[in-house]
């Protein structure tokens, strides 16, 4: 009954995009992208998206190295211990934990995260120029961040080639325009359900493109409001702005480890349904 309820609830999380219909603003705003990058030299385009996906590689690899990561990897073997004390390594999360009990552990997780967006956007909306201008690339590290310690609570060793795609995967999808979500998923779900070699990532490894731009578009327009309210200062608190940048960090980082959780639950269901077959075959 819990895989039953958890892929009921990850359906009707699904149906939220997979009904979305678009508003006039959005539909122009998509030709008007389409038109931009149309008119580019498609080397450029191709070599500015090449130098972006790279950023992204390297930053889940620096991440992987980190005393942080590795603190919080410690520290979710250590609560899944309290579970199962056989647990040794993280693919034993997988094997051994039921995906409510992993999905306790993620939420943990989580909560630490978007705790610390909020933070760190709020601390933004103070509006100094060096804070705003660290702001986006720690929000894409937050994130990145974010996912790989869902996925590594589900038991997925994410310094694996085909484990790191997989994760920027969800990253990118996740910040993707709601109405393009739908369709990110269906090509995760096809990503996962072909993979045949369980270190190795087969697939397309391009990960942005014109589309995932609108989330930078959105993170300019945020700055811009935090500007211009950072002089409307109450008991010495520019208020609005640190309410901006607060919301709007802790808006972003939600988005994302709600579409991680939804995606690993999933895949772990998907995961021991395929087990559980294969072990009535041979049966």
């Known amino acids: 009954m819990t895989y039953e309820r958890v892929a009921k609830d990850v359906d009707n999380w699904l149906e939220q995009y997979r009904g979305y219909q678009p508003n006039d603003f959005e539909m122009i705003y998509d030709d008007w992208i389409r038109q931009s990058f149309y008119n580019l030299d498609p080397d450029v385009k191709d070599k500015f998206f090449s130098k972006l996906d790279a950023w992204f590689f390297h930053t ?10 590795n603190e919080a990897r410690q520290r979710i073997l250590s609560v899944g211990r309290v579970f199962s004390e056989e647990i040794e390594n993280i693919t034993d999360m997988n094997r051994m934990l039921s995906v409510d009990q992993l999905s306790y552990i993620a939420q943990q997780q989580i909560a630490r995260g978007r705790l610390y967006s909020f933070a760190q956007g709020g601390l933004t909306g103070t509006g100094g120029w060096l804070l705003l201008g660290l702001d986006y690339p720690l929000m894409m590290v937050m994130n990145i961040r974010a996912v790989q310690l869902i996925g590594l609570t589900f038991g997925h060793e994410m ?12 990253f990118h999808a996740a ?13 995760l779900m096809g990503e996962v359900s072909r993979n045949e070699h369980p270190y190795v990532f087969e697939g397309n490894d391009q990960l942005t493109n014109e589309s995932w731009l609108e989330q930078p578009i959105k993170q300019c327009f945020k700055s811009m409001f935090i500007l211009m309210f950072r002089k409307k200062i109450f008991q010495g608190l520019p208020f609005i702005s640190i309410a901006i940048g607060a919301y709007s960090n802790y808006h972003l980082t939600r988005q994302v480890t709600d579409f991680a959780m939804k995606f690993y639950q999933y895949r772990y269901l998907l995961d021991h349904k395929e087990a559980e077959s294969d072990g009535s075959r041979r049966s």
């Open 60 to 69: 889940h690899a620096f991440l992987q190295g980190t005393s942080f990561q």
């Open 175 to 187: 910040t993707l325009p709601k109405r393009l979500q739908a369709h990110a998923w269906n090509e």
């Open 159 to 170: 310094n694996h080639p085909y484990e790191m795609m997989i994760s920027l995967k969800v």
